[in-house]
């Protein structure tokens, strides 16, 4: 997991307007929805992302 972490932390610094919802990651990183939950939950306890009301992921920094 620290890999996925890694990587969808590198992926929102490249791209810092990225706005993702729980199943766009999905789609885009192919994992399934237990994987995507513990890896945006860990994101969000670290506060490097932060969810939007309309439920996309984003920046906690930017936005």
Do not use: N
């Amino acid at each position: 997991m620290p890999d996925w972490l890694r990587l969808i932390r590198a992926e929102y610094l490249e791209i810092p307007g990225l706005h993702l919802t729980k199943p766009e990651v999905e789609r885009l990183w192919g994992l399934d929805s237990m994987t995507s939950e513990a890896l945006l939950s860990a994101l969000l306890d670290i506060k490097f992302l932060k969810r939007t009301r309309q439920g996309a992921y984003v920046r906690a920094d930017l936005g």
